[in-house]
């Protein structure tokens, strides 16, 4: 049993990347590791966006990050500076700036810089996408 | 005991020749993604021969991309990945 | 300038998978086609591996979209090149891909581009 | 007097190619040339995303494509099928996909690829960034 | 009669390398973004050199980046890039 | 494993302002140094470019960031490497930097990563 913390760099769909972190994170959870949590930063953080409408005849790998969260309890945490000048925001972050829409709901979380730190700081590698 | 991960194709960027002139004595080098596609070219794939048993291709990136493991490129899945990144102390990605 | 169709060409230099290039070039390439232009495709550098037959997407679940590439040709898209030296140096024969097309020389890319009006690449 | 269209198919912030399309545009528009319009695809669809609070002491592209629609009549059209994908939507389109919220609002507007084709063919010149 | 548009720098990838290996006589080659960086890149830059009156250097890319012209690099503002794309017949971004 | 803090080394591999990888790396090296991580920061390849002095992006309406880097020691970030190699060939001098850097080879780089427990690259 070790432990991970995914860092998720890259946007979903138009890089692979954002893919290839989900399947390490199944295998790891399904070979009964502990993923600590995935931390989405840069464009990564737009994996954390709800409004995204994926192609019935395609992979939804928003779908698939939900299901993570869901069926193994791991925590998706989206970096709150790097989400939000991409249009990636909570209601509150919507309310705080007058905008009527948002765009990240759980199991995605908004958080700050220093969970990354938490998270690294507990787990056995890190390991970037 | 660094595993250096890789993810662009050599005919497209430098990343892999980057790495390559700067990996240590007992790290090894994960092809994943476009990065399989480094089997198929010549200079590079001389370079991983040299390598012998320091070498990984992803299973799912290379059976994607139609490419074929040769010389002495370990295979491993997704499974094998996991497993990979805890035979070596730490990872870096490129 | 006129109410007549454009000629675009349309190079594709990425390979497929890693990013989103290919599938989206191939959307275009058709859309253009079905909205009365006259496109061409030119497959150049990592670009010619979105041509092989070999491919298996479903591994990563990506969308199997060389298999429409044979289609092309009722979309009426008709002249597909490909770059000779860039099949060579990824070791690739002509037989490995999916489907006809017509080869073409490194320095001939230039020459048929000018025939073109617009260009794009992905 | 010559015509432009511009398409934009990178992500803002994240890559300069949107920022350096803005440039051209207002170049353009000021040495009297016509911008018949730009059409993101691709990441650049990105760009129509109203929900993106750019830092107060950073540029916003966002408002800078607004003043550009505003002050020279320049269309800002976004490919419908790339931008549904990546999260940004119109209100009819959340209507449509039963999600509560959508990220594109005039003056960019969801639009087909046959829109870029009508574009091009009044075009002297297609520039991609 | 092409103007080729470059972006990224030639140390990190080869879009400028497989470029100029496609270069038309009377095409020409402009250099935005991180491409300006080709300038510094000793290979690359002599082989712009021997492409007089044909190279074209984005101003506000380079001086952002704190990097000079040299040899026959012609310097262009964004009003002369507008110009430029109409000096040409056609645009290919790299 | 513990509760002690991590020692965590960030490449800068990018150029500034083609991307953003270079200001959103910052800003990771600032914030894992606030919350009490030992930071060290290695500039290789096009990465060394970020630390000129010369440079000057409100042309392009981009963030000075560059001019943060002298204050990084008063984040506690003092471990800075630079590759002599990447300067060696773009032609920059050390002089040209806009901070105290320390100079490392090449094979110096995974010897120096050894000692760290994470590393993260932009």
């Known amino acids: 049993m070790s432990s991970f913390t995914l860092l998720v760099t890259s946007a979903p769909f138009t890089e692979q990347n954002a893919y290839s972190a989900y399947r390490f994170a199944l295998a790891s959870v399904q070979a009964k590791h502990s993923v600590n949590g995935i931390f989405f930063y840069q464009s990564g953080t737009l994996n954390g966006s709800s409004l995204q409408l994926t192609p019935s005849n395609e992979f939804d790998l928003y779908a698939a990050w939900q299901g993570l969260a869901n069926d193994y309890n791991v925590p998706l945490m989206v970096c709150v500076s790097a989400a939000n000048r991409r249009g990636v925001t909570t209601a509150q972050e919507a309310l705080d700036s007058d905008t009527p829409h948002f765009s990240l709901t759980p199991p995605f979380e908004s958080v700050g810089l220093g969970e990354l730190a938490v998270l690294m700081k507990n787990s056995d590698r890190l390991i970037q996408f | ?94 | 300038m006129s109410d007549s169709i454009s000629t675009i060409a349309i190079i594709n230099q990425s390979a497929p998978y890693g990013t989103s290039h290919g599938q989206e070039s191939l959307d275009m390439a058709m859309a253009m086609s079905n909205f009365g232009q006259d496109v061409s495709l030119f497959f150049i550098e990592d670009g010619v591996l979105q041509l092989l037959s070999k491919q298996a997407p479903e591994n990563i679940d990506a969308k199997t979209y060389h298999k429409t590439f044979p289609a092309l040709e009722f979309y009426d898209i008709d002249n597909i090149y490909v770059c000779k030296q860039s099949l060579k140096s990824r070791g690739i024969k002509v037989s490995e891909l999916c489907i006809d097309i017509t080869l073409i020389e490194l320095h001939e890319l230039p020459t048929l581009l000018a025939c073109q009006q617009h260009v794009m690449s992905f």
């Open chain 2, 1 to 94: 005991m660094i595993l250096h991960k890789l993810t662009s194709s050599p005919f497209k960027d430098l990343s892999l020749q980057h790495c390559l002139q700067r990996l240590g004595e007992s790290d090894g080098v994960l092809l994943t993604q476009d990065a399989v596609y480094a089997l198929i070219h010549q200079d590079i794939r001389e370079k991983l021969n040299a390598l012998s048993g320091k070498v990984f291709l992803l299973e799912e990136d290379a059976d994607a991309r139609g490419i074929e493991a040769n010389g002495n490129v370990e295979i491993i899945d997704y499974e094998g990945f996991v497993e990979l990144t805890l035979k070596f102390n730490k990872v870096v990605s490129w």
